[in-house]
C-alpha cells in the first residue's frame, strides 16, 4: 500500500496511529508542534539543571499512572522493542500499595491488589478497621449506589446517567463533609482532572467499576508504573522504533489551518522555522488535543464536517505536574499518594523505588536521592497559605502551597515526613506560562467529560472522505480522557480509513471494556426494567427503604 498519511500531533494518539499504519505498509509524516514527541504523556527534564556533565533532573507533565484495564495502549508497548530482546511493556511494574492522606488524621495505607502475601493480608485488616471518618450509613449507601451502577444496563448509562453529574449520583449534597471530600471529590478528582460536581455519572461511573475490579480481582491489576523517565523508557525507543519502520517526523512543525473543498480534506498549511507551507497527502488524521482541533475549526471546515462543529463546547481543566526533588528518598508507598483534604487535589507518587534502573546520582548536581512527583488537580479552589487558586499563584506560591499541603497530610500523627532540609530543588511543569495572575495560561489542559458532553464528541470518522480524528475527546470505549483512550481512537481512526483505501490490512484490534460475567443477568433485568420505562431495581429498594 503506497499511500500516504499525514498525522498531525504526535502525541499517543498521533503514535499509535503512526505505529498502526507504518506496520500495515503506509507512507507516514507526522506534524508535531513542539520540539519533542509524546504530547502531554512526555517527560519534561528540568532545563539547566545538570552539573559537571550529569543529565538535567528528570521530571514529568504528570506522572504516569497505567491502570489494569488498559489494553490498547498494552497492547502497542508490547509491540515496541526495547533493549536486545525485550519490549516497552516489560518497563511497567506493578504497584502494590495505595496511600489514602488525611490531613490531621492518620493515613491509611489500602492494598491495591487482592491479598497475596501475610503482609498484604496483614495490611488489609488494618485497612478495613481503620475509621474512614464516613458515617456507616453513607458508607452502605455509597456502595449501593455503586451497585446500581454495576448492574444498570448500557442502555440506561446514556441515556440517564450520562446527563447527571457523579455528584447527583450519588447524592452528594445531602451527605456529610467526609462523604462528599473522600468519596465525592477525593476519589475523582484524584484520578484525573475529574470535578465529582460537574462530570458526567456515566464516565465517573464506569472509570470507578474498572479501577474496582482490578483492586478486588485476583487475576487483574490496578495500578502500573514505568520503570524509568517517560521518555527514556517508553516514549523514545517507541519513536526510533517508529522511524525504522520508515515515519518521518516533522518536529517544531504547528498546523495552523485544514482546507476543504466540502468533501475532502485539501491539505493542512504547517509553520515551521522556514515559513508556511501546505502538506498534502492521501488521507489525513488529527491526532489534536481538543482545545487545538477547535481553534483550527473554520467555518469551511465545520459545514464538511458537522460532527467536529461542537468541539468548542467541550471543557478542559488543568492538571500539572510539580516535582520535588529531594537529598533522601521518601517511598511513601510502593504506589500512588492521594491527599484527600487536599483543597488543590493533590496526588504524588515517590519515583525511585519503581525506577530501579535509574542511579539518580548521575542527574542535576549529583545530590538528590528521591523524587516526590506531585499532580495538582484542582487550579480553582483557593489553597491554605495564600488563600488563592494555584492559577493566581506566581511559581514560587505554587511550590509553597503544594509543600504546606503535603505537609498537612504528612507531618501529622506524630510523623515528620516532609522535611525542609530535605528538599534540594523543585521544578513546575512549564506548561504554566507566566505572569500571572493577570494572564496565567496553561498550554496543555485536559478534556473533561462535564454530564452531557457526549452529544458534542465526535467519532473518529467523521464527515469528510480522507480525513478522520484520533486523540482522547474521540468516543471510545475508554471514554475518560487518559492515553488508552487516545491509543483506541488512534486504533478507530486507523480502521476507518483501512476501509476508506481499500486495504486489505487487519484492522487494528479493539477491546471493549471487561465486566465481570456475574453482573450480567442483574444488567440484563435492568435492560428489560428500562425497556418498559421503569427505573432501576435498587432505585426502587432504595426507595422503599426511605433512601
Ligand atoms: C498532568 C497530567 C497527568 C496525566 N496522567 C495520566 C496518567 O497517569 N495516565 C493516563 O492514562 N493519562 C494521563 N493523563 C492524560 C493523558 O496524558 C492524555 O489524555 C493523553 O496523553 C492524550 O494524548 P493525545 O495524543 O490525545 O493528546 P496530546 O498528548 O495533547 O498530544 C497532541 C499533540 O499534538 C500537538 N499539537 C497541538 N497543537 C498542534 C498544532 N496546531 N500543530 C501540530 N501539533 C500540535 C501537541 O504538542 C501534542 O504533542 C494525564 C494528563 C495530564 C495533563
Given at each position: 500500500m503506497d499511500k500516504t498519511v499525514a498525522i498531525l500531533g504526535g502525541g499517543v494518539a498521533g503514535l499509535s496511529a503512526a505505529h498502526e499504519l507504518a506496520e500495515r505498509g503506509f507512507r507516514v509524516r507526522v506534524y508535531e508542534r513542539k520540539s519533542v514527541l509524546g504530547g502531554k504523556a512526555r517527560s519534561i527534564p528540568m532545563a539547566n539543571s545538570g552539573t559537571g556533565n550529569r543529565a538535567d533532573l528528570p521530571g514529568e507533565h504528570g506522572f504516569r499512572f497505567f491502570p489494569g484495564f488498559y489494553k490498547h495502549v498494552a497492547d502497542t508497548m508490547q509491540r515496541t522493542p526495547y533493549g536486545a530482546h525485550g519490549n516497552t511493556y516489560d518497563n511497567l511494574s506493578v504497584a502494590t500499595r495505595m496511600l489514602l492522606a488525611r490531613a490531621g488524621q492518620t493515613e491509611i495505607t489500602w492494598l491495591a491488589r487482592s491479598p497475596r502475601t501475610l503482609e498484604d493480608f496483614r495490611v488489609f485488616l488494618i485497612q478495613l478497621f481503620t475509621p474512614f471518618g464516613v458515617p456507616v450509613d453513607e458508607m452502605a449507601y455509597f456502595v449501593s449506589r455503586i451497585l446500581t451502577y454495576a448492574t444498570s444496563c448500557q442502555k440506561r448509562r446514556f441515556a440517564e446517567y450520562e446527563n447527571i453529574p457523579w455528584w447527583q449520583f450519588i447524592d452528594?449534597?445531602?451527605?456529610?463533609k467526609a462523604y462528599q471530600a473522600y468519596l465525592g471529590q477525593g476519589m475523582t478528582r484524584s484520578m484525573v482532572a475529574m470535578r465529582a460536581e460537574e462530570s458526567s455519572a456515566r464516565t465517573v461511573g464506569t472509570t470507578h467499576l474498572q479501577l474496582l475490579f482490578g483492586l478486588i480481582s485476583p487475576d487483574r491489576v490496578f495500578d502500573r508504573l514505568l520503570s524509568g523517565p517517560t521518555n527514556d523508557v517508553w516514549i523514545q525507543p517507541w519513536t526510533s522504533y517508529l522511524e525504522k519502520l520508515g515515519v518521518e517526523f516533522h518536529r517544531d512543525s504547528k498546523v495552523v489551518e485544514i482546507g476543504t473543498d466540502g468533501e475532502r480534506v485539501t491539505g493542512a498549511t504547517v509553520q515551521n522555522a522556514a515559513g508556511s507551507s501546505t502538506v498534502t497527502a492521501d488521507f489525513y488524521i488529527a491526532a489534536l488535543p481538543v482545545e487545538a482541533m477547535a481553534a483550527l475549526m473554520t467555518e469551511d471546515m465545520k459545514r464538511a464536517a458537522p460532527s467536529l462543529a461542537n468541539l468548542d463546547k467541550l471543557k478542559t481543566r488543568w492538571m500539572n505536574g510539580i516535582q520535588f526533588y529531594l537529598s533522601q528518598d521518601l517511598p511513601l508507598a510502593h504506589g500512588h499518594a492521594i491527599y484527600l483534604d487536599s483543597p488543590w487535589a493533590l496526588t504524588s507518587i515517590s519515583q525511585r523505588q519503581f525506577w530501579t534502573n535509574v542511579d539518580l546520582s548521575q542527574y542535576g548536581n549529583g545530590a538528590v536521592r528521591g523524587i516526590l512527583s506531585v499532580d495538582i488537580s484542582d487550579w480553582e479552589a483557593p489553597g491554605?497559605?495564600?488563600?488563592?487558586p494555584a492559577r493566581e499563584c506566581t511559581a514560587e506560591e505554587i511550590k509553597e502551597e503544594v509543600w504546606t499541603q503535603l505537609k498537612q497530610h504528612l507531618n501529622d500523627s506524630g510523623a515528620m515526613l516532609i522535611q525542609d532540609e530535605n528538599l534540594v530543588a523543585w521544578f513546575l511543569d512549564p506548561d504554566i506560562e507566566f505572569p500571572n495572575p493577570s494572564s496565567a495560561t496553561n498550554a496543555e489542559p485536559l478534556l473533561i467529560n462535564t454530564a452531557g458532553s457526549l452529544q458534542y464528541r465526535p467519532e473518529a470518522?467523521?464527515?469528510?472522505?480522507n480525513f478522520f480524528v484520533a486523540s482522547d475527546y474521540v468516543r471510545t470505549y475508554t471514554d475518560i480522557a487518559c492515553m488508552e483512550a487516545a491509543n483506541e481512537a488512534a486504533r478507530r481512526a486507523v480502521n476507518c480509513l483501512l476501509v476508506a483505501a481499500g486495504s486489505s490490512a487487519p484492522p487494528a484490534q479493539l477491546w471493549p471494556l471487561e465486566e465481570p460475567a456475574f453482573l450480567k443477568p442483574l444488567q440484563e433485568i435492568d435492560r428489560i426494567r428500562f425497556a418498559l420505562g421503569r427505573p432501576h431495581h435498587l432505585d426502587i429498594i432504595r426507595k422503599t427503604l426511605g433512601g
Open positions: 452528594a449534597p445531602r451527605m456529610s491554605v497559605v495564600f488563600g488563592k470518522q467523521v464527515e469528510l472522505e
